[in-house]
């Protein structure tokens, strides 16, 4: 059932309970005050007919299987309008005898109860019905409030994991720079090695030279 509809059929059967009220009075006054009345009742007619178009216009909106109960709904609506409309006429041109008006009032007062009941398990329909409402509202509200702690939850371990590798980051930068500051001393030590061994190298070969041109000297004197 569309809300929208239940919202202009509610509004109808307002309206509708009002303008049997009024009918009712206006055959029991004269004068200026049954012209204010019949006036009153020809702008409920106005706004019932508007009530009537929106309710048509929602109901052909629907799927099938929803739109033709509210269809039959709708020409109940239209009939009741009619037979209101017709006896604004039979106020207006006052041909209405005084049984006629007794006969009428009572079935005035008669339509109104019918109405106001009607009226009343209509209302009590859609007060259930908001009351269910409301329940799937807080239910979702309360779903969305528990995702929104679970998702906050997941944001706080994310931002800690993140933490967590940027130390982790900083420490292997840490490392690597060790690592190069250490490779540098191995280079220079790798390279002063190697200037010790030629140095070494060379003055072994000039003492063997020495050896050598000593030893000579003395073999040729």
Not at 153 to 161: R, T, V, Y
Request: hydrophobic share 35%; with cysteine; proline share 1%.
């Amino acid at each position: 059932m569309s809300d929208a509809f239940d919202g202009y059929e509610r509004q109808y059967c307002e309206l509708s309970a009002s303008l049997s009220k009024k009918c009712s009075s206006a055959i029991a006054l004269d004068g200026e005050q049954k012209k204010q009345k019949l006036s009153e009742i020809k702008s409920g007619l106005d706004n019932a007919e508007v009530l009537i178009r929106k309710m048509d216009l929602e109901a052909r909106s629907l799927p099938p299987n929803l739109k033709s109960s509210l269809l039959v709904k709708l020409r109940e609506f239209k009939s009741d309008l009619n037979n209101f409309k017709t006896e604004v006429k039979r106020i207006t041109t006052g041909t209405l005898n005084a049984a006629a008006r007794d006969e009428l009032l009572e079935a005035g007062m008669a339509d109104t109860k019918t109405a106001s009941a009607d009226q009343r398990s209509r209302l009590m329909m859609s007060t259930e019905r908001l009351g269910r409402t409301t329940d799937r509202v807080k239910d979702s509200r309360r779903t969305m409030m528990e995702t929104e702690d679970i998702g906050v939850s997941i944001l706080q371990d994310l931002h800690s994991q993140r933490q967590s590798l940027l130390r982790a980051h900083d420490t292997l930068h840490g490392v690597d720079d060790n690592i190069g500051k250490s490779k540098k001393i191995l280079t220079g030590m790798t390279r002063r090695m190697n200037k010790n061994k030629w140095t070494i190298g060379g003055i072994i070969i000039a003492l063997i030279a020495a050896i050598i041109l000593i030893l000579y000297f003395k073999l040729t004197k």
